[in-house]
């Protein structure tokens, strides 16, 4: 009788456990899909490893493809949304809506519309905010970088002013490309990040 006892209470447990684990949905492009990198050395893949230090058992799907721009993140987040009914997103778009010159404007319909979508599937949402080389303009530059800030206060979202904070324009810290962040500057991407989605989990 005692063991029967026993073992309906570690099913219990387990069960418990089960459901609070939910699904961390990360929707970037090459920053975050590890261009350039092996991807078990990315960002992602040490946010994954920090969520297990924590204590969490959240597991993390990475949707971020190389070149996306948001745009394409808004046409992909529908199916992401459904299959895997995440808890948080982590939205890390918009670096080359900028970099192609594409109006900021437009960004923040696609990102606010990816925000809306989010919301609407019961998923808290991060937003990790992106800068532009002061040679698009400072007209420009400050247009884009404003978008975040305004998404962030409209819709009520968790906001990282600058994702490549203290890494961009570091050359040490950048492919040779000089875009794309190198080995050496994925912990510090995770460091940016961390302090605003923690609290989300």
Known sequence: MRRRWLSAVLVLCCLAQNATAGTLLIVGDSISAGFGLDTRQGWVSLLQTRLQQEGFDDKVVNASISGDTSAGGQARLPALLAAHKPGVVVLELGGNDGLRGQPPGQLQQNLASMIEQSHKAG?????????LPPNYGVRYTEAFAQVYQQLAADKHV????????????????????????????????????WP????LL
Do not use: S, Y
């Not at 998923?123 to 800068?131: D, F, N, Q, S, T």
């Not at 904070?165 to 570091?170: A, I, L, S």
């Not at 605003?196 to 609290?199: D, G, R, V, Y």
């Open 123 to 131: 998923a808290k949402v991060l937003l990790l905010g992106m800068r």
């Open 196 to 199: 605003a989605l923690k609290p």
């Open 158 to 193: 968790a906001l990282v002013p600058f994702f490549l904070d203290g890494v961009g324009g570091v050359p040490e810290l950048m492919q040779a490309d000089g875009i794309h962040p190198a080995q050496g500057a994925q912990q510090r991407l995770l460091e940016n990040a």
